[in-house]
């Protein structure tokens, strides 16, 4: 059973910049793919981005290329989400989740999922 713990998210003037970060225990942190996912108020859960276990691989929404980064530490067991340019509707509540070996992009492909980290961006 992993469990999973975000932090870092905050309120945010537009422009500006955040790192998430979202610690990992009770599993084999480097056998996970970590994503992350984001729900905005009235809205559904959508996809963010993503990394492979190794950090070979990373895949984004169209809507924040250029602008996130993802990356992980196995060494500490963490995934980190770097936002920058940060844009009003970035607002929402920020989800970690794993899942064993191949990255996904799906909110159905993961089956570890943190309690959620609030982002607000204000104009």
């Known amino acids: 059973q992993v469990q999973l713990v975000e932090s870092g998210g905050e309120l945010v003037q537009v422009g500006g910049s955040l790192r998430l970060s979202c610690v990992a225990s009770?599993?084999?942190?480097?056998?996970?793919?970590m994503g992350w996912f984001r729900q905005a108020p009235g809205k559904e859960r959508e996809f963010v981005a993503a990394?492979?276990?190794?950090?070979?691989?990373?895949y984004y929404a169209d809507s924040v290329k250029g602008r996130f980064t993802i990356s992980r530490d196995n060494g500490r067991n963490t995934v980190y989400l770097r936002m920058n340019s940060l844009k009003v509707e970035d607002t929402a509540v920020y989800y970690c989740?794993?899942?064993?070996?191949?990255?996904?992009?799906?909110?159905?492909?993961?089956?570890?999922w943190g309690q959620g980290t609030q982002v607000t961006v204000s104009s």
């Open positions: 989740a794993a899942r064993t070996f191949i990255a996904a992009t799906t909110e159905q492909a993961f089956r570890y």
């Open positions: 990394i492979s276990p190794s950090g070979e691989n990373t």
């Open positions: 009770g599993g084999t942190f480097s056998r996970y793919a």
